[in-house]
């Protein structure tokens, strides 16, 4: 029970139309597949509490603060003035990690994080997240970053599920969900899949 960090029983979001129930235990890559429009961020809003469920349950067994949640806008999360100080936040004070996590997004220290790319924010959070946090949110991470940066993140997602952290992420594009071992795939109604 202590490799379970999220337990979700029949939970229904404002749209869906059929309850979900999955587990999301450490090491998991899981990925909530399906079309634009399907509701696959609404299921991942109402997963983090930003959105109120119509019923079910949703129980955490982690800190909150070993938890990091990266929106299909990551501009909402910043809030400070230079990239070095969000990404200080980001890394826990840790300065070295900090310079080391804005070298590795292409970033200069002085400047302000508004002014970074959208793959340079995304990939500010998610990589800082990778390394800091235990359970990883992700709304569609693939999305605005090249072809080099997808290789990328797709190796340090791995790469953190292999060392205990739990991943759960949306895709749209059948190529950004080959990482993941567990899926739930959102048409008409959630449905879960399990690939072996």
């Given at each position: 029970?202590?490799?379970?960090?999220?337990?979700?029983?029949?939970?229904?979001?404002?749209?869906?139309?059929?309850s979900v129930t999955f587990t999301a235990e450490k090491g998991d890559i899981i990925c909530i597949f399906g079309l634009n429009g399907s509701g696959k961020s609404v299921l991942l809003k109402t997963l983090c509490g930003i959105l109120d469920k119509k019923s079910g349950t949703i129980s955490y067994n982690i800190d909150k603060n070993m938890t990091g949640v990266c929106l299909q806008f990551p501009e909402h999360l910043i809030?400070?003035?230079?990239?070095?100080?969000?990404?200080?936040?980001?890394?826990?004070?840790?300065?070295?990690?900090?310079?080391?996590?804005?070298?590795?997004?292409?970033?200069?220290?002085?400047?302000?994080?508004?002014?970074?790319?959208?793959?340079?924010?995304?990939?500010?959070?998610?990589?800082?997240?990778?390394?800091?946090?235990?359970?990883?949110?992700?709304?569609?991470?693939?999305?605005?970053?090249?072809?080099?940066?997808?290789?990328?993140?797709?190796?340090?997602?791995?790469?953190?599920?292999?060392?205990g952290k739990c991943i759960i992420y949306t895709a749209n594009r059948q190529a950004d969900k080959e990482i993941a071992g567990k899926f739930i795939y959102i048409k008409e109604k959630y449905e879960q899949f399990r690939l072996f």
């Open positions: 029970m202590e490799d379970i960090l999220l337990y979700v029983k029949n939970l229904d979001t404002i749209i869906s139309r059929e809030f400070k003035e230079t990239a070095l100080d969000e990404a200080l936040i980001i890394m826990n004070n840790n300065k070295d990690k900090a310079k080391s996590l804005l070298n590795e997004i292409n970033a200069e220290a002085s400047m302000s994080p508004f002014y970074l790319s959208d793959g340079q924010k995304r990939l500010l959070f998610i990589y800082g997240y990778l390394e800091t946090k235990d359970l990883i949110i992700l709304d569609e991470p693939f999305v605005s970053l090249d072809d080099n940066s997808k290789i990328k993140v797709a190796a340090k997602i791995k790469d953190a599920a292999s060392s």
